[in-house]
């Protein structure tokens, strides 16, 4: 490492109960993040669980409530801002339930990462979100899903694929315990990895598509 190496800035954005913002800091304080650091959470929501997860660990977090802004356009505007202010380097979508506009995507280009609970391009893209898309799994009858982390485009779930981890699908499943073994078995393992990748430039762009780079 030479003396001018700078640690990336990594914001992390939420809405939710942040298990995945939890995957990434216990991953930082395994020493696993090696050329990044988590600098700031964002939620889009006021008491967010993932708000508590921060501040426990000393991580500087900011509200910027959706339910503050009329539209997808003027809220994209003042979390841009926040990116800025914050001097990411990396932005992490970990349940992040708002849409973003193009002009967030296209300041970041290969530059956001987002974690989606299946295995693009299975049960994804508009209105596949949290419960929905296990719903949605099981009412198909797949016997596997898994769970994607991608860099975020200007469409829904459809940038380029990093990192994918299958899960098996039990006869039993409900929602609710596809979703848990879901983040538990991919989840919560991808996104960290990717993040640390990322930070250590370990992942490059040909043709549009996203390839890791093996030592
Ligand atoms: C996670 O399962 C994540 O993959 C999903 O929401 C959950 C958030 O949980 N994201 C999406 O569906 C985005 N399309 P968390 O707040 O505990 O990390």
Known sequence: MSLTHQLKNIVVLVSGGGTNLQALIDAQ???EIKDGMIS???S??????????????GIPSR???????SDTINY??????????????LIVLAGFMTILSEDVVKAYP???I??????????????????????????????????TVHFVNEEADAGAIILQKPVEVKNNDTPETL??????????????????????????ISGGKAFVIKD
């Open 40 to 42: 700031c959470v964002i």
């Open 63 to 69: 509200v910027i409530s959706r339910k503050e802004y």
């Open 114 to 147: 987002n974690v989606h609970p299946a295995l693009i391009p299975s049960f994804c893209g508009n209105g596949y979100y949290g419960l929905k898309v296990h719903e949605a799994a099981l009412s198909y009858g797949v016997k596997i899903s898994g769970a």
């Open 76 to 89: 994209s505007n003042a979390i841009l801002e926040a990116l800025k202010e914050e001097q990411a380097d």
């Open 44 to 57: 889009s929501k006021p008491g967010a669980f993932a708000l508590e997860r921060a501040e426990k660990h």
């Open 179 to 204: 979703q848990k073994r879901i983040m538990e078995q991919a989840e919560w393992k991808i996104l960290p990895e990717a993040v640390a990748l990322f930070c250590s430039d370990k992942i490059k």
């Open 29 to 31: 304080e395994r020493g």
């Open 110 to 112: 290969y530059k956001i």
